[in-house]
C-alpha cells in the first residue's frame, strides 16, 4: 500500500451521496496514512444513500464556507444520484472542486462524482469513465469517455460504480502520492 503520511485529501460531499463511494476511499486513504477530511455545505453530518434507501450518517469535519483548498493535496468526489447532482448547482461546491484543477492537484471521483467536475469547464480533452447513464454529459464536455473500471489521466482518476472500488481506491493513492500533476492544470 502506497504511503499517503503527510498528504492531507478533501472528500467533497452533501447529502444522498452512494454510501460505499465515500466510506470505502475514506477508509483506504486513512488506512495509506492520510489526513482526511469530509467537507460539505451541510453542517454536523451528511446522509448516505445506500443502494435503494438512506444509509449512515457520516460527520462532516469542516464546512465548505471555511474550508481552503490551498491546505488540501487531493480530492476525492463520491457518486450518488443526489449529492453531485446537489452539488453541481452551488458554486461554492464547484469553485472548490476548480482550485484543485487550477492546482494541479489530483482529483478522483466515481460513478455520478464527475457531474460536479463538469461544472468547473476543466475537462475538455480529457480521458474519463462514470457512472453510463451520465456518459453524454462528460462528451459534450469535451471528454474522450471509456467504459473501464478506472481510467487516469494526468492526475484525474475517475471509476464507473461501486464494482469498480477497489481498484478506484489503489489508483487514487497512487495518483494522490505522486502529487501535482502539470498536465492537470488549466491556467
Same mark, same amino acid.
Given at each position: 500500500?502506497?504511503?499517503?503520511?503527510?498528504?492531507? /485529501?478533501?472528500?467533497? %460531499? @452533501?447529502?444522498?451521496?452512494?454510501? #460505499?463511494? $465515500?466510506?470505502?476511499?475514506?477508509?483506504?486513504?486513512? @488506512?495509506?496514512?492520510?489526513?482526511?477530511?469530509?467537507? #460539505?455545505?451541510? %453542517?454536523?453530518?451528511?446522509? +448516505?444513500?445506500?443502494? @435503494?434507501?438512506?444509509?449512515?450518517?457520516?460527520?462532516?469535519?469542516? @464546512?465548505?464556507?471555511?474550508?481552503? =483548498?490551498?491546505?488540501?493535496?487531493? $480530492?476525492?468526489? =463520491?457518486?450518488?444520484?443526489?449529492?453531485?447532482? !446537489?452539488?453541481?448547482?452551488? !458554486?461554492?461546491?464547484?469553485?472548490?472542486?476548480? +482550485?484543485?484543477?487550477?492546482?494541479?492537484?489530483?482529483?478522483?471521483? /466515481?460513478?455520478?462524482?464527475?457531474?460536479?467536475? /463538469?461544472? &468547473?469547464?476543466?475537462?475538455?480533452?480529457?480521458?474519463?469513465? #462514470?457512472? =453510463?447513464? /451520465?456518459?453524454?454529459?462528460?462528451?459534450?464536455?469535451?471528454?474522450?469517455?471509456?467504459? %473501464?473500471?478506472?481510467?487516469?489521466?494526468?492526475?484525474?482518476? &475517475? #471509476?464507473? %460504480?461501486?464494482?469498480?472500488?477497489?481498484?478506484?481506491?489503489? !489508483?487514487?493513492?497512487?495518483?494522490?502520492?505522486?502529487?501535482?500533476?502539470?498536465?492537470?492544470?488549466?491556467?
Amino acid at each position: 500500500m502506497e504511503n499517503l503520511e503527510n498528504k492531507k /485529501i478533501a472528500i467533497l %460531499s @452533501d447529502n444522498g451521496f452512494e454510501q #460505499s463511494e $465515500l466510506l470505502e476511499p475514506q477508509k483506504a486513504l486513512l @488506512d495509506a496514512g492520510a489526513t482526511v477530511h469530509v467537507v #460539505s455545505a451541510q %453542517s454536523g453530518k451528511i446522509k +448516505a444513500w445506500n443502494k @435503494d434507501n438512506w444509509g449512515v450518517e457520516v460527520n462532516v469535519d469542516v @464546512d465548505l464556507a471555511n474550508a481552503n =483548498p490551498d491546505e488540501y493535496d487531493g $480530492l476525492m468526489v =463520491p457518486g450518488g444520484v443526489m449529492n453531485p447532482d !446537489k452539488m453541481r448547482a452551488d !458554486k461554492n461546491y464547484v469553485n472548490f472542486a476548480k +482550485a484543485f484543477f487550477e492546482a494541479g492537484k489530483p482529483i478522483a471521483a /466515481i460513478c455520478h462524482g464527475p457531474q460536479l467536475l /463538469i461544472e &468547473t469547464g476543466a475537462l475538455k480533452g480529457r480521458k474519463m469513465t #462514470s457512472y =453510463p447513464s /451520465i456518459k453524454t454529459d462528460l462528451i459534450n464536455a469535451g471528454v474522450s469517455w471509456e467504459d %473501464s473500471e478506472v481510467v487516469a489521466d494526468k492526475g484525474l482518476v &475517475t #471509476s464507473r %460504480s461501486p464494482k469498480d472500488i477497489p481498484v478506484f481506491n489503489r !489508483k487514487m493513492i497512487e495518483e494522490f502520492k505522486e502529487g501535482i500533476h502539470k498536465g492537470q492544470k488549466t491556467l
